[in-house]
């Protein structure tokens, strides 16, 4: 049988073979094919890109040695994965055109506790994160120590992460437990004592994020903030917006806050965090976000910056999931030495 294969569909074949080649090359040789002209001992701008990006992947220029050595001889499956995510997310930099060395890091602070949906929800999260460069993830979880899980689960984001816990039934709180604040206030102390610029974002577990919003936050110069969707019954909360200059709060619930918003809806310069030393968070629920906001003063509503052009979009959802039951247990006689004993980890 002859095939006809018109000019387009040759170019798309001669195209996918080349690009198959590329990635075959990066999987199994110890340098990209340099060029076949001028100088053979010329490095290919590709080769001292992935050097610089390996060097900022392990953060010590020894290492990132030693793993180049060993690239394409044999790099574990974890090692190789990171290094992939980081090859791409870091690509992103150069399609905008921003410095990879001046990007401020964004310390994303995530509150987090054992349920049924927890794993699926930070399965979401990671993967919205993966995309999102120069990040630090302060993953926090409400418990008496953290867990093996939880801690297997990071290292498999590729993401650079610290993991922390926060014990909230030793917690401040008077009547209602507010979520999450014990975690924060654990994650705020981290930021204080290991960085010294950046951005703060309080970023809860269940929430939907879109990967702009981080462009958005992370210029900020004190405190940003932005639209929040998804929040009462009036659908959205995000600062009101006049001929471009702010003029009051849109919420559904004001309940005498000086800063109605909501945890989703703003970002902190950690520069200027610092020159408050006491700002934290209360543990009253519902004041959550205000008593943090007012911890800053000096600071006033007329100060914020607006992002999201001028608060016209919205680029993160306070998404609630369903709450499931906890599962029924498993007969571990009958299913003894079966996959299920291993799977009912996962499943609370
Ligand atoms: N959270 C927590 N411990 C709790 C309840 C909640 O650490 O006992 C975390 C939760 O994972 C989330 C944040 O605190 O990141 C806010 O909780 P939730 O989403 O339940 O509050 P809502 O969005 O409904 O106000
Ligand atoms: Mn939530």
Not at 181 to 193: F, T
Not at 266 to 271: C, H, L, M, Q, T
Request: aromatic letters at 10%; proline letters at 4%.
């Amino acid at each position: 049988m002859r095939v006809h294969l018109t000019a387009t569909t040759k170019m798309w074949l001669l195209t996918s073979l080349a690009f198959f080649y590329v990635i075959i090359q990066y999987h199994v040789s110890n340098t990209w094919p340099l060029p076949t002209t001028g100088n053979d001992l010329q490095e290919s701008e590709m080769d001292t890109q992935r050097r610089i990006w390996l060097k900022r992947i392990v953060g010590d220029s020894k290492l990132a040695e030693e793993i180049q050595n060993m690239i394409g001889e044999k790099v574990t499956q974890d090692l190789a994965y990171r290094i992939n995510r980081q090859l791409l997310s870091h690509s992103c930099i150069f399609h905008e055109n921003e410095s990879l060395f001046n990007l401020p890091v964004i310390y994303i602070v995530t509150p987090t506790y054992r349920r049924p949906e927890q794993l699926a929800e930070l399965t979401r999260m990671s993967q919205t994160l993966m995309h999102v460069q120069n990040i630090y993830w302060l993953l926090i979880e409400d418990a008496k120590e953290k867990s093996q899980m939880i801690s297997n689960f990071l290292n498999r984001t590729g993401i650079r992460f610290i993991h922390l816990h926060s014990d909230s039934t030793q917690g401040k709180y008077k009547g209602a437990k507010p979520r999450g604040v014990g975690s924060r206030n654990k994650g705020l102390k981290w930021i204080r004592e290991n960085a010294n610029d950046g951005v703060l974002y309080f970023a809860d577990d269940d929430n939907t994020y879109d990967l702009q919003l981080f462009k958005e936050m992370r210029y900020t110069k004190k405190v940003s903030m932005w639209p929040v969707g998804l929040v009462t019954q009036t659908g959205v909360s995000s600062p009101i917006v006049k001929n471009g200059k702010f003029v009051g709060f849109y919420d559904g619930w004001i309940g005498g806050r000086k800063f109605p918003v909501d945890m989703a809806g703003f970002a902190i310069n950690i520069k200027f965090l610092k020159t408050r030393p006491n700002a934290a968070m209360a543990y009253k629920l519902g004041y959550e976000e205000d008593s943090f906001l007012k911890s800053l003063a000096p600071f006033e509503p007329q100060n914020i910056e607006l992002k999201a052009d001028n608060c016209t979009k919205i680029l993160v959802w306070h998404t609630q999931t369903k709450k499931n039951p906890s599962s029924l247990p498993l007969d571990k006689k009958k299913y003894a030495d079966t996959n299920l004993i291993e799977l009912k980890q996962y499943v609370v």
